[in-house]
């Protein structure tokens, strides 16, 4: 379809192009002073999620849970942690949410429970336990070695050892996560059931965690040595994870979820943690032939080095794996991997701005993770304070409560996340400036800039057509056509001259203030990490 008559097509999903933002829930904004976030300070929060002209939320672990590994160990699929609020406040959230224009989606945990789970607990009952077979169990090898090599996140084997049975249970993270058997139906049969328990209170979708994870080798082989071509972990590791994730088997799962999402009015969506860094085999989880996830997370944009021609590099691969019609999503944030103000741009708000301009321009969906809006930092906190298990586990690793800590609303104590006499569960990064208060007020902050783009992304003047197209890609900068719009972005910390081919058309938007509404022409002068994006309307090739 040319690119004139998707904008005038009202017939694209509401998720195509939309603009997510990742709530971590425990460290958003706190209603009772307990020092932990929770759904009331949300539903508090939603007239400044409506400022950012975002389209829907998607909420991190709600379910209860022992919090081993902060609700991504699930012991009821069915409720609410008792920390954030009831299944009453989160449905009022779903309803209030709904009044601001914003949906609410869910994190879904298939891959593993909680071993607080009853199901778990009746598991470890004895081998004719009901549950027994919904784990993954396997006989030691010679000397009570673990069945095979397969290793946990954690970086020890991914086999705990159940002595009551002489057994050994599959973890991939923590012992207290044992993973499901998918290969037994009354798995699938559930999850459904659990889909369509929220999704019938109005939830609009499920981020799924782990989405490659599900099914693991029936014959349990083991991991081949990993080649230089795998991902970091992978090397690090020393195996490439093929029998223990990323098996076939579970898009026959995503085909049949896919059906019953599509079945509901609007259709609720499926966005996949796929952890997945070839392009086609990313592509393969939208579906081929049958559609599977409608928004899959993309990691080799994440961990892409900041430069005009990497990112480049990554968003035509990108866009070049997908198959036809499938939605690409932008993220360069999260509560795993850490913040891209700090990763990218040495936390500079320059170097944020130009980064939140390229991704909001990019055609696709977005999601941010809260205080992205802010350029807020990961936060050095010291070891003895640390709380996740998973990232303490291997020394070398920065830890992941270094981007998991509290959104700063003002300068003061506890930075308005909570009372000023509460301890927040983690501490909160230097928050002086650098806080909705302050940024509010000040325009040329990071948080103002997000709002122009975030009006213009809900406009859909920015970010939802299917079409890119590079116009001038150097060491510098990366200038491209989405749709119809031009953005010319210098990713660099030097001031840079560019050379269109013809003008770029009216300044919707620029990293430096008072621009908009400028004619900009083929020549453009920019500053480090000056970048803009202008109503090119050059004629589609
Ligand atoms: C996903 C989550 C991460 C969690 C893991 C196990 O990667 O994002 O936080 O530790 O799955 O559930």
Redesign the pocket.
Known sequence: MADQDRLSDNSWPWWHGATFYQVYVRSWRDSNGDGTGDLAGIIDGLDYLESLGIDGIWLSPTMPSPNT??G??VSDYYGVHPDLGTTDDLERLVKEAAGHGISVLLDL?P??TSSAHPWFVDALSGPSAEHRDWYVWAPPKAGNAPPNNWIS?TGAPAWTFDEASGQYYLHN?LPT?PDLNWWNPAVPAEFESVLRFWWDRGVAGFRI??AHGLYKDRQLRDNPPATPDDPPEALRDGFRTVYNSHRPEVHEIYRRWRKIADGYEPGRVLLG?T?EFDYERLGDYYGRDEAELHLCFNFPFVFSRFSARDIAGVVEATLAGLPAGATPTWTAS???VGRFPSRWCGNDPRAVKAALLVMATLPGTMVLYYGDELGMTDVDIPRHLQLDE?SLARPGVPG?DRCRTPMPWTGGKNGGFTAPSARPWLPLGEHSSLNVQAEHADPASVLNFWRRLGALRRSGQIGTLGHLETVLLDDQCWAYRAGETITVANLSPEPAEVKLRRGAGKILVSTSLGQEGIEAGGHLSLGPWQALVAAGAWPVP
Do not use: L, P, S
Request: no cysteine; aromatic share 22%; proline share 0%.
């Open positions: 590994d902060w991504y160990d945990v891959n593993h996140a993270f996560q965690d782990v943690e952890w999260n509560h795993d998973i992941r």
